[in-house]
C-alpha cells in the first residue's frame, strides 16, 4: 500500500474536506494494485464509532471489494493476543469504590471537606486516575512534587490523592484507561520487534491523549503504518510551527498546537506532512485566512506584515454570513431558518455548537415546518421519561412527602401506564390536585388523603386507588444509611410498581430507546452495588442522577439525513454543503477550563498532565475545521437573559484582523454581516403577527344592577374604593385565582398563625389576667408554631420574630386589661340594608368590654399598619366593623356605644394605633358607606380598573385580564354596558 521509507508517514486532509470520504477513496486508490484478499487485511483504526460508521459508508459507496478491517482504536484491547490482559473495570465501580475511601477520609479526619461533598470528590479523584493512567504518570511523581506549601493547601489535597495510589500496578483489576496504557505499551514493544507486514492506519485521532499519541507515534513508524490527521493546516509557515513548540510562552491552546507536539516528538517537521488525497480544499483562501487570525499571540504581529497582502480576503468571505442576535431565541430562530432555506436550495446542512440548549431551541423552532434534524449527541438518560420517573422516585426516598411532589409523580406519563386504570387516574389526580391547592396540607399523610377519598357518596373506585397511593407512599420510608444494593433495589421496586398500578405490569418501564438504556443502568448499578457500601437516601439520590446523566439515549425516529446536529468533536467528520457554527460566545465555545482543585498550571507542567487550555485548543482546531467547509454561517448572540455575553475570542481574532488588514477586508466583513442580517429580517418577519391587534382601552365594564354583588365582606370594601374592576372579576365574573401547588410560609399564612396565636392567649388569659407572661405567651407560640407551621426553617424565623414582638405586646395588653375585658374573639357579623338590597359581613377579630359598658374594637395586624390618611378614604375596615358593632350586627354582641378601634401590631412597625370614635364618626362612616354602595348600585356606575390611579396596597390578580400594560393610568376608562 505504501512504499518502504524510513522516516514516519503522516499525512494530513485539510479543513473543509469530506474528511471521511477522502479518507476511504484515498485507501481505495492506494490499494487498486492489490489483490482482494491484501485489502481485507488493511487495518483501520478510528477515533470514534460515529467516524468509523461514516468511513465504512464511504468505502461502501466504491465498487464491489472486499473492505478493510475497521475498527476503534479502543477495541485494540479485545485481540486474542491482549487476552492476558486482565479485562477493565467499570468507571462506576471505581468511582464506587473511591465513595467508600473518601467517606473512611473524611470520617478520620472531618474538617477535610463536607461529607455532601463525597461523590464529588471522588468523581474529581476518578477523572484525576484515568488522566494519570491515560499520560503514563506513576503516583511517584505526585508524590515528590516539591511544593510551597504555607497555607497547607497541598498537604489537604495529598491525603485524597494518595487514595489513589491502589490502582496502580496489581493490586486491583485496571481501570479501562489503564488497560489501554498497557496494551498500547505491549504493541508498541511487538512492533519494534517484528513490524507487521499489513498496513494499518490511525484516522481521525489528533492525539490529544496520552495513550492515544502513543499508539500513534509507533503506528507512524511502521514500514506499511500511517496516521491521517483531520483538519492539518497547510498554510502555516514552518517558523509559526517552530514557535508553537519552542516559545516561552505556552501556545495549547492553540488549533495546531497538538500536531505540534506530535510532530516535534516524531521529529518530523511540518512541511514534510503530505495531503492525503490531492484535493484542494473548498476554499483554500478561506483556510489560509483563519490561519493567518490564529496565529499564536507571541506571532500576532504578523498580521501588519501579512494582512494588507492578503489578495484573496474577498473569495475567502464570500460564502461566510455573520448572525449576530440580540438574544439566544433569536439566534436559535435565524438558524432555524438558514437550515429551511439551506434545504430549499437542495443542500445539506449541519449545525455544529456545544450548546445543548441552543441545539433544543433550534429543534422546537425546526418542528414548526415538521423538520427533525438528526442530533447526534441524543438526550441524556437523567431528561428522559423514565429517568425522570427513578429521579423522582429517589429525590422523595426517605424524605417528608411534599403536596406538590405527590402531584407531580402521580401525573408522570408512565405511572400506571401499564394498567386500565390509566384514564380514571388522571381523572383522580386532577381532582386530588385541585383539592390539594384549596385544602390540601403543605405535607399530606396517610390520613389526610384518604379522607379525601372518602369525602364522597358514592365510591367511583377512588378508594381503592387511594389505598394503592398510600401503600405506596409507605414503602418511602428509608430508616438512616442502608446498603447501596438495597436503595437500588428499592427504588427499582417503587418505580415499577409505579408503572404496573394495582393491576397492571411495568413492562412499558423498559420500552423504547430510553427504557432499555434505563434498564441497562440500573443493572449496572446493581451489579457494581457491592462496592459501594452504604449510603443515606440524599447520597443515593445524587449517585443516580450522575449514573443516569452519563447515559446517552437515541430515540429511534425519522430524522432528515440532510439536517444533522454535531457536537464541536464531531466536527471534523461532518461533510455538509452548509455549516453553521452556532453559540461562538466566551464560556460557551469555547467553554471555561474547569478548575482544577488538586494542581495549579505550574504543577500539572511538572508532572507532565496536559493544563487546562488543552481543552480550548481543541475546540479551536473544531472551529477551524468547521470554518473550511463550502458554506459557513456564524451566529451568536450578545445577551443572554439579563447579562451581556463575550464574543468568541476566534470570532473576536477574525473579525478583527478583516477590520484592519485592508479596505478589501472590512469591505467583506461588512457584507457578511448584511448576509446574515438577512435571516435576523426574516426571523422578524416570522415572528410578526398578521395582523396588528389594538391596544385595549382602560376597562369600566357596567354589569346590570341584577348581577352586581349584594354582599361583600369589610375586607373587600377597600377594592372596591381603590381597583372595583378586581370586584367585578371576583363577584361577578365569579374569577378566582388557582392557589399554587407548592405551598409556602407566606405572609398570608403568617398572619393566620399570628392570629390563631394572639386569639388562644387572650382566651387563656380571659378570666385571669394575672396569667399574662411572657412565658405563656411564648409557649403559646412555640405549640402554635409546631402545630401549623411544617418548615422548619419559616418556623424558627417567625419563633424570632414573635419574641420580638412578645414584651411591648405583653405591656399594652395588661394596660388594656386595666380598663376593658375580652368580649369575644373572631366573632362574625352581618349587617343589612334593605333599601339599598345589600349585605355588608365581616370578622372581628377582637370585641373588648369597657368597665363602663362601651365596647373597643381591637385589629390584629402582622404587616403595615393602614396610615390615618388611608383609613379615611380606603382602609375602611376597621370603622366599618365598628359601624356594624354599635349597630348590634355581629354574634351575641347587643348594640352599645363603640368608643375605641385600635390597631395591635405585630409586624414590621410592632406599634400600635387607635382612633377614638364617636357617634358623629359612625354617622359619617354610614353615610359615606350608603352613598358608595348606592353609586355601584346605579346601571351607569362602571366597575373601573385601577380606579384611583395610584399603587394599591395590594396585588391584584386580575391585571392581566384588564390588560393592564397596554392603557396608561391617565387614560380615561372606557365603559362598556353588559348585559
Known amino acids: ?146 511544593v510551597q506549601d504555607s497555607s497547607g493547601h497541598w498537604k489537604r489535597n495529598l491525603k485524597f490523592i494518595q487514595l489513589i495510589e491502589r490502582y496502580f500496578g496489581d493490586a486491583l483489576s485496571p481501570l479501562a484507561e489503564a488497560r489501554q496504557r498497557t496494551v498500547v505499551e505491549r504493541l508498541v514493544d511487538q512492533w519494534a520487534a517484528s513490524p507487521p507486514d499489513h498496513p494499518i492506519l490511525i484516522v481521525g485521532s489528533t492525539g490529544s491523549r496520552g495513550t492515544t499519541a502513543l499508539l500513534m507515534e509507533a503506528v507512524a513508524m511502521l514500514p506499511q503504518g500511517a496516521v491521517i490527521l483531520p483538519g492539518f493546516d497547510f498554510h502555516q509557515p514552518e517558523h509559526v510551527w517552530h514557535e508553537l513548540i519552542h516559545s516561552d510562552t505556552p501556545n495549547d491552546d492553540h488549533p495546531q498546537y497538538r500536531y505540534a507536539h506530535f510532530l516535534n516528538r516524531l521529529n518530523v517537521g511540518a512541511l514534510s506532512v503530505q495531503p492525503w488525497k490531492d484535493m484542494p480544499a473548498p476554499c483554500p483562501s478561506r483556510n489560509a485566512l483563519v490561519s493567518l487570525a490564529l496565529r499564536p499571540a507571541p506571532v500576532t504581529d504578523q498580521w501588519l506584515a501579512e494582512g494588507p497582502g492578503f489578495e484573496q480576503v474577498r473569495s475567502a468571505m464570500q460564502d461566510v454570513d455573520v448572525i449576530e442576535t440580540l438574544s439566544p431565541q433569536s439566534e436559535a430562530t435565524a438558524i432555524s431558518l438558514a437550515i429551511r432555506g439551506a434545504i430549499e436550495e437542495g443542500q445539506t446542512v449541519a449545525l455544529i455548537t456545544p450548546d445543548r440548549v441552543l441545539t433544543r431551541q433550534v429543534t422546537a423552532s425546526l418542528d414548526r415546518w415538521g423538520i427533525e434534524p438528526d442530533d447526534s449527541a441524543g438526550e441524556p438518560l437523567s431528561q428522559t421519561a423514565p429517568g425522570r420517573l427513578l429521579r423522582q422516585v429517589a429525590a422523595m426516598l426517605g424524605r417528608k412527602l411534599a403536596l406538590e411532589e ?25 381532582e386530588l390536585e385541585l383539592w390539594a391547592r384549596k385544602k390540601g396540607p403543605a405535607f399530606p399523610d396517610e390520613s389526610s388523603l384518604r379522607t379525601w377519598a372518602s369525602d364522597r357518596t358514592k365510591d367511583d373506585g377512588r378508594r381503592a386507588w387511594m389505598d394503592w397511593v398510600c401503600g405506596w407512599i409507605q414503602n418511602l420510608d428509608v430508616p438512616g444509611d442502608q446498603p447501596l444494593a438495597s436503595l437500588v433495589e428499592k427504588a427499582k421496586g417503587l418505580v415499577c410498581q409505579l408503572v404496573a398500578g394495582p393491576d397492571g405490569v411495568a413492562d412499558g418501564l423498559w420500552a423504547r430507546a430510553a427504557g432499555k438504556q434505563a434498564k441497562i443502568s440500573l443493572a449496572e448499578l446493581e451489579r457494581e452495588a457491592v462496592h459501594g457500601g452504604t449510603m443515606g437516601p440524599r447520597d443515593f439520590e445524587n449517585l443516580l442522577r450522575a449514573v443516569l446523566s452519563r447515559a446517552p439515549v437515541n430515540e429511534i425516529g425519522s430524522p432528515r439525513p440532510d439536517v444533522r446536529i454535531f457536537g464541536t468533536l464531531e466536527a471534523r467528520v461532518q461533510s455538509s454543503d452548509v455549516v453553521i457554527l452556532a453559540g461562538l460566545n466566551e464560556g460557551v465555545w469555547p467553554a471555561q477550563p474547569a478548575p482544577d482543585q488538586w494542581f495549579s498550571r505550574d504543577m500539572r507542567r511538572k508532572i507532565g498532565l496536559t493544563s487546562p487550555e488543552q481543552r480550548i485548543g481543541l475546540s479551536a482546531h473544531d472551529f477551524q475545521i468547521g470554518l473550511g467547509a463550502p458554506r459557513v454561517i456564524l451566529t451568536r448572540a450578545a445577551r443572554d437573559g439579563d447579562a451581556q455575553t463575550v464574543s468568541s475570542r476566534w470570532l473576536n481574532r477574525l473579525f478583527n484582523l478583516l477590520g484592519g488588514m485592508s479596505k478589501d477586508g472590512a469591505d467583506a466583513l461588512s457584507d457578511a454581516r448584511a448576509r446574515g442580517s438577512m435571516w435576523l429580517r426574516y426571523a422578524e418577519l416570522l415572528d410578526r403577527p398578521d395582523q396588528t391587534v389594538p391596544l385595549a382601552k382602560r376597562p369600566s365594564p357596567r354589569p346590570p344592577v341584577r348581577a352586581r354583588p349584594r354582599k361583600l365582606s369589610v375586607t373587600r370594601i377597600q377594592k372596591l374604593i381603590l381597583d372595583p374592576y378586581s370586584i367585578y372579576a371576583e363577584n361577578i365574573l365569579r374569577l378566582s385565582p388557582v392557589d399554587p401547588l407548592r405551598r409556602s410560609a407566606d405572609a398570608a399564612l403568617r398572619g393566620t398563625i399570628i392570629h390563631k396565636i394572639l386569639e388562644r392567649f387572650v382566651d387563656a388569659t380571659r378570666d385571669d389576667p394575672s396569667l399574662i407572661t411572657t412565658d405563656l405567651f411564648l409557649s403559646i407560640a412555640r405549640q402554635t408554631l409546631d402545630d401549623d407551621v411544617p418548615w422548619p426553617a419559616a418556623r424558627r424565623l417567625w419563633q424570632v420574630r414573635v419574641e420580638k414582638a412578645a414584651s411591648r405586646f405583653i405591656q399594652s395588653e395588661r394596660e388594656r386589661r386595666i380598663f376593658s375585658t375580652p368580649l369575644k374573639l373572631e366573632v362574625r357579623g352581618a349587617m343589612a340594608f334593605q333599601d339599598l338590597d345589600f349585605t355588608l359581613v365581616g370578622t372581628a377579630d377582637r370585641v373588648d368590654r369597657s368597665s363602663n359598658g362601651t365596647l373597643v374594637l381591637y385589629d390584629y395586624k402582622t404587616g403595615s399598619i393602614p396610615s390615618p390618611k388611608a383609613v379615611k378614604t380606603s382602609d375602611r375596615q376597621l370603622m366599618l366593623e365598628a359601624m356594624m358593632l354599635q349597630a348590634g350586627a355581629f354574634e351575641s354582641i347587643d348594640p352599645a356605644i363603640v368608643t375605641q378601634a385600635t390597631y395591635i401590631g405585630l409586624g414590621p412597625q410592632n406599634e400600635d394605633r387607635t382612633y377614638e370614635i364617636g357617634p358623629e364618626e359612625i354617622k359619617k362612616v354610614t353615610v359615606e358607606f350608603r352613598a358608595l354602595i348606592s353609586e355601584y348600585k346605579d346601571a351607569r356606575k362602571g366597575f373601573t380598573s385601577l380606579r384611583t390611579g395610584k399603587q394599591l396596597p395590594f396585588s391584584s390578580p386580575f391585571d392581566h385580564l384588564a390588560r393592564y400594560g397596554e392603557w396608561e393610568m391617565s387614560d380615561l376608562p372606557q365603559g362598556v354596558d353588559l348585559s
Open 406 to 430: 405527590l402531584i407531580v409523580l402521580l401525573k408522570h406519563p408512565l405511572v400506571l401506564s401499564g394498567s386500565d386504570l390509566r384514564g380514571m387516574h388522571l381523572l383522580w389526580t386532577r
Open 1 to 146: 500500500m505504501f512504499e518502504p521509507r524510513s522516516t514516519p508517514r503522516v499525512f494530513g486532509i485539510a479543513p473543509g474536506r469530506p474528511f471521511a470520504k477522502d479518507v476511504a477513496e484515498g485507501i481505495v486508490e492506494r490499494c487498486s494494485e492489490l489483490p482482494p484478499e491484501d485489502i481485507a487485511r488493511v487495518e483501520i483504526l478510528v477515533n470514534s464509532g460515529r467516524m468509523g460508521r461514516e468511513v465504512n459508508a464511504a468505502l461502501s459507496q466504491n465498487q464491489a471489494m472486499l473492505l478493510p478491517r475497521l475498527r476503534p482504536i479502543t477495541s485494540i484491547g479485545h485481540d486474542f493476543a491482549m487476552r492476558d490482559v486482565p479485562p477493565a473495570v467499570s468507571s462506576l465501580r471505581t468511582r464506587l469504590e473511591l465513595t467508600q475511601f473518601v467517606s473512611a477520609l473524611l470520617d478520620a479526619e472531618p474538617d477535610l471537606a463536607p461529607r455532601k461533598a463525597i461523590y464529588d470528590l471522588a468523581d474529581s479523584l476518578a477523572l484525576l486516575l484515568s488522566e494519570l493512567h491515560d499520560e503514563g504518570i506513576p503516583p511517584a511523581a505526585l508524590m515528590n512534587l516539591t
